[in-house]
């Protein structure tokens, strides 16, 4: 009994490595990977030193990799689930319940996106292409031409992602918590009759086409 109770302790209780993914998440949400130092990080997920920091990863470079890789890999499955099972409200609500429980990856991707460096742009290009990918592949079979794709891929993700990244400032804007449970529930009733209009809809007439 004492020994099936130590492992579900174990299981429950973070390692070093996820507290060091944890602390460098939130540290490179809020101030970008230039903003934030090694000893910043450590210090941030407890450490008494950066030397245990080092011991799981090779440099801040190889830190933010991994902070990237962790968030994104899973919502890409999610997304490759859906394509299969043709799901898209249920991968929806997969997506935006993993968001709403990582309300900090949402504002490191929108930092990642901003950050000047090459380096970072061949990072996040290299972790983010095959969700961006998958993404169009399963908007090939809406109403909208392959030339459109990806700008309505990019729509999606911001009404996706957006409104978590976002939260601070529809918190000012709109002066009400966009984290309680009611707002997300707003907010996710919102997404899915915008993506099914997306998706499924009529789609918009041309300005060519239209009549003065």
């Known amino acids: 009994?004492?020994?099936?109770?130590a492992a579900v302790a174990a299981r429950e209780t973070p390692s070093t490595r996820d507290l060091?993914?944890?602390?460098?998440e939130r540290c490179f949400a809020g101030r970008g990977f230039a903003g934030v130092s090694v000893r910043e990080?450590?210090?941030e997920a407890g450490l008494k030193n950066q030397a245990s920091l080092y011991h799981h990863f090779r440099d801040k470079r190889a830190l933010y990799e991994a902070v990237l890789a962790r968030g994104?890999?899973?919502?890409?499955a999610?997304?490759?689930e859906g394509g299969k099972s043709g799901?898209?409200?249920?991968v929806l609500d997969r997506v935006l319940d993993y968001l709403e429980e990582r309300p900090s990856l949402p504002r490191l991707i929108k930092r990642a996106g901003l950050d000047d460096s090459r380096y970072l742009r061949t990072t996040i290009g290299k972790l983010l292409r095959p969700l961006w990918a998958q993404g169009?592949?399963?908007?090939?079979?809406?109403p909208w031409d392959a030339s459109e794709l990806p700008h309505v891929g990019l729509g999606l993700y911001h009404l996706i992602f957006g409104y978590f990244a976002d939260a601070t400032l529809f918190e000012v804007l709109a002066q009400q918590d966009p984290r309680s449970p009611a707002a997300v529930a707003r907010q996710r009733r919102f997404v899915k009759a915008a993506v099914a209009q997306l998706l499924g809809g009529v789609r918009p007439v041309p300005a060519s086409r239209r009549r003065s």
């Open 72 to 76: 994104i890999t899973p919502i890409i």
């Open 136 to 142: 169009l592949n399963a908007l090939e079979a809406g």
């Open 20 to 24: 060091i993914l944890d602390a460098a």
């Open 41 to 43: 990080i450590a210090a």
């Open 78 to 80: 999610l997304v490759a």
């Open 87 to 90: 799901a898209a409200d249920a």
């Open 1 to 5: 009994m004492m020994a099936a109770r």
